[in-house]
């Protein structure tokens, strides 16, 4: 799965993959994003891992691993769910514009 090259990831946060016989509870750190992920909105990408992000996805090197369509996706901006070149999981935002600036074209 593929994302414009012209897009870059302007926001993010940490997330996991649900295992199939996962349970959800009341006060757990992560909310379920999709049918197969969770993200932890209270542990947000910093700069430096946008940077990471953002520079593995212009080297091919960053895997788009699911297109977020669950039907929670207007409570978030987060577009994808994406592995980076070490195994982690994020849901991410891709979005055209200066992602260093803050500007969403």
């Known amino acids: 799965m593929n994302s414009d090259p012209n897009m870059s990831i302007h926001f993010g946060c940490y997330a996991n993959k649900i295992e199939k016989d996962f349970q959800f509870f009341g006060g757990d750190p992560y909310d379920k994003i999709t049918e197969n992920f969770s993200a932890s909105f209270d542990s947000l990408c910093d700069r430096s891992d946008l ?7 212009e080297s091919n090197a960053l895997e788009i691993v699911e297109l977020i ?3 929670n996706n207007n409570s978030h901006p987060y577009t994808h769910i994406v592995k980076d070149s070490e195994g982690h999981y994020f849901a991410v935002q ?4 200066d992602w260093l600036r803050g500007e969403i074209l």
């Open 51 to 57: 940077a990471t992000l953002n520079n593995e996805h």
């Open 69 to 71: 369509t669950y039907p």
């Open 94 to 97: 891709f979005a055209k514009g």
